[in-house]
């Protein structure tokens, strides 16, 4: 079973900062999700990568297959980015199940 | 085109009582899933769908039960509610290799 760790758990920061996250997993994997969750609120599918980089706005996914690690980076951060941000992996190669991080608490601070 | 749709969204049960949570998606997706989400831990999946009429279980799935009937609709049951089962719920949708579209949620307290 794959085992996920992310890092930090916790993260704050001021306005404008170059935020980065990351999570690493202990076997090869097809794909990686990173997933959004406001306080209070509902989880939203930011990136899904197999391989490279991805960009969406002022957020970056990065993945190194080889080395079982993905990155999240946010580019000049807000305060509206303040959420949990979770990264998820299958619980085994080809597998649909998915197994999640404990997720990292970024605060954004005015 | 709502989604994946959740009800109800906050629940209140005795011990030993039984409920069902229901979960409605109008994407046509494949994948269904539902997660449990606890303090500190993460998303632990419960019970998965690859389509109407097949279910797996994931890895915390003692105590609930789910059934396929349609494409669209994928309800978790509590047989027995139990105070270890307090929690957020979380039921999710895909298609193969796609990413993931979460209900809104429900929160679960047993007493």
């Known amino acids: 079973k794959n085992e996920v760790e992310q890092s930090p758990q916790n993260l704050t920061a001021q306005e404008g900062e170059f935020i980065t996250i990351n999570c690493s997993y202990s076997?090869?994997?097809?794909?990686l999700h990173w997933l959004q969750q406001h306080p209070g609120g509902g989880i939203v599918s930011l990136f899904m990568?197999?391989?490279g980089k991805k960009k969406h706005g002022r957020l970056i996914a990065t993945i190194n297959i080889q080395e079982k690690h993905s990155s999240l980076h946010i580019t000049a951060s807000h305060p509206r980015d303040s959420a949990v941000y979770i990264c998820?992996?299958?619980?085994?190669?080809?597998?649909?199940?998915?197994?999640f991080g404990t997720g990292t608490r970024l605060t954004i601070i005015p | 085109n709502a989604g994946v749709t959740q009800t109800p969204k906050f629940q209140v049960l005795k011990t030993g009582q039984s409920m069902t949570l229901q979960c409605a998606q109008d994407m046509n997706h494949e994948y269904m899933s539902w997660y449990r989400q606890d303090p500190g831990m993460g998303l632990r999946l419960i019970h998965y769908s690859v389509g109407a009429g097949i279910t797996d279980q994931g890895e915390v799935p003692n105590g609930y039960n789910v059934s396929r009937s349609t494409t669209e609709d994928f309800p978790l049951r509590l047989l027995s509610a139990a105070p270890s089962q307090t929690s957020v719920y979380f039921c999710?949708?895909?298609?193969?290799?796609?990413?993931?579209?979460f209900g809104n949620g429900t929160r679960l307290t047993v007493t």
């Open positions: 998820a992996v299958p619980s085994n190669f080809g597998n649909e199940k998915l197994t």
């Open positions: 990568l197999s391989s």
């Open positions: 076997v090869g994997i097809s794909a």
């Open positions: 999710a949708s895909s298609q193969q290799a796609s990413p993931l579209h």
